[in-house]
């Protein structure tokens, strides 16, 4: 044999073993088996819920101030006491406010006593001008003594006017300082509860200015009527409806849900947090439905809001539930001539068939891993309401079909026509 044919042959052996050893290794790696957790489509109910956290307060709440500065005389309620509508809740110091009242009594005396000298003076300047309008028109007095006859008669009316405004002011100000007295003592504008007292007999207290608010003495509230103010995250409150219904936990009574209904959703948002980790929240309330006895405002609270229910529907794991590239069809959309390229062409058609879309990147759907013969079939679903378990499947499946529920990291890199291997389900009390 030549040394040219032993060459030959070197090559060729090489050759054929190179090819053995891909072959080899596309035949292993084509063979992966991957273990999954398997499920079926089942069929039943869905609620979709929004949980939010906040805290329980009145419905109607009450802060009392003083709308007058004086010291607290008399306190006839204590912290918890229920009142009515009407009831003295705080008497202060009169003193100042009685002297006040007598002073402008003696003011508005005196303005009506003026007052009733003017009428009089007008009225005899009245008569003596009619009467010596008469004569005027007679021709037997002169015009010189006419006019300061008319003179004294407008300024008498000038005088009755300016009588009658200062007793207008004067009854004003008793009335005012009425009120003032009136003020002094201070009754419950509800029924209710005292829920805090802020003040003792003694104290001064002070009425609220543009930039003071004011001693707030106590507050009632109306316990008959319980909310619940919760925050909802922006992602969430376009679910949230009035009437929606809702179960209400409180920390302060464990194992027992409360029932409520939405009345007001919040049209304003409120955010915290820095610029980078701001949070926006819309405030939600609910109204408590069930009577609880002992609830008190101020305590933490939780809330499920049902956003949504149906019944009777397919529903699979929201695991399962996946996504990936759309694939499309790329043989009507090839071009007629072939690419100049080797390279180029198997770029374009490699990949499983995805066609990029404008920005370069196919767009995802929404499906499901299917078992079928042994292998994993990704098929499409449109998906309805989800709770925290199960998704709502209204296309794309059929009651009892198995599909591939698990784990997360086999269906994070999961394949259409990956073959795959079902894990055995572990009895109670054994280990896998």
């Given amino acids: 044999m030549t040394k040219k044919k032993r060459t030959i042959l070197i090559v060729v052996g090489a050759a054929v073993l190179l090819a053995i050893f891909v072959i080899a290794n596309l035949s292993k790696s084509s063979g992966i088996v991957n273990m999954v957790q398997t499920d079926k489509v089942k069929k039943g109910s869905i609620v979709s819920e929004v949980t939010a956290t906040g805290s329980v307060v009145a419905r109607t709440t009450v802060k009392i101030s003083a709308d007058v500065s004086a010291k607290i005389t008399e306190l006839p309620i204590k912290d918890g006491d229920i009142v009515k509508k009407g009831d003295v809740l705080i008497r202060l110091d009169q003193t100042r406010y009685r002297a006040a009242v007598g002073q402008a009594e003696a003011s508005l005396a005196a303005a009506r006593a003026a007052e009733k000298r003017a009428e009089a003076s007008l009225l005899e300047a009245e008569q003596a001008h009619r009467r010596n309008k008469e004569m005027f028109e007679g021709k037997l007095i002169s015009e010189e003594t006419y006019t300061q006859i008319e003179t004294n008669y407008q300024v008498a009316r000038a005088n009755l006017e300016s009588a009658?405004?200062?007793?207008?002011?004067?009854?004003?100000?008793?009335?005012?300082?009425?009120?003032?007295?009136?003020?002094?003592?201070?009754?419950?504008?509800?029924?209710?509860?005292?829920?805090?007292?802020?003040?003792?007999?003694?104290?001064?207290?002070?009425?609220?200015?543009?930039?003071?608010?004011?001693?707030?003495?106590?507050?009632?509230?109306?316990?008959?009527?319980?909310?619940?103010?919760?925050?909802?995250?922006?992602?969430?409150?376009?679910?949230?409806?009035?009437?929606?219904?809702?179960?209400?936990?409180?920390?302060?009574?464990?194992?027992?849900?409360?029932?409520?209904?939405?009345?007001?959703?919040?049209?304003?948002?409120?955010?915290?947090?820095?610029?980078?980790?701001?949070?926006?929240?819309?405030?939600?309330?609910?109204l408590l439905t069930d009577d609880v006895p002992g609830i008190k405002p101020g305590m933490t609270a939780t809330a499920d809001i049902t956003t949504a229910k149906v019944s009777d529907i397919l529903h699979v794991p929201i695991q399962a539930v996946v996504m990936r590239p759309e694939k499309v069809d790329t043989l009507d959309k090839a071009p007629e001539q072939e690419p100049e390229s080797g390279v180029i062409a198997a770029e374009v058609t490699a990949g499983s068939g995805n066609v990029p879309d404008g920005k370069n990147e196919p767009k995802e759907i929404e499906g499901v891993f299917k078992i079928v013969d042994g292998t994993a079939k990704f098929v499409t679903v449109k998906t309805g309401i989800s709770d925290q378990q199960n998704v709502e499947i209204k296309e794309g499946l059929a009651l009892d079909d198995q599909i591939i529920s698990g784990s997360y990291k086999v269906l994070r890199s999961l394949e259409d026509g990956g073959k795959v291997k079902i894990e055995p389900v572990a009895k109670e009390g054994e280990k896998k």
Avoid: C, H, W
Wanted: hydrophobic share 40%.
């Fill in 164 to 286: 009658q405004y200062f007793t207008k002011q004067q009854n004003a100000v008793l009335e005012e300082v009425k009120d003032n007295l009136d003020k002094t003592i201070i009754t419950s504008p509800i029924d209710g509860t005292v829920v805090s007292l802020n003040a003792e007999v003694g104290e001064i207290v002070m009425i609220g200015t543009m930039n003071n608010a004011g001693t707030v003495i106590l507050t009632v509230a109306d316990l008959n009527t319980i909310e619940v103010e919760v925050e909802v995250d922006e992602t969430d409150v376009a679910r949230v409806q009035l009437d929606q219904e809702a179960r209400i936990s409180v920390d302060a009574f464990p194992d027992t849900t409360f029932k409520g209904k939405v009345v007001e959703v919040g049209n304003a948002a409120r955010s915290s947090g820095s610029t980078a980790d701001r949070v926006t929240n819309f405030l939600v309330k609910i």
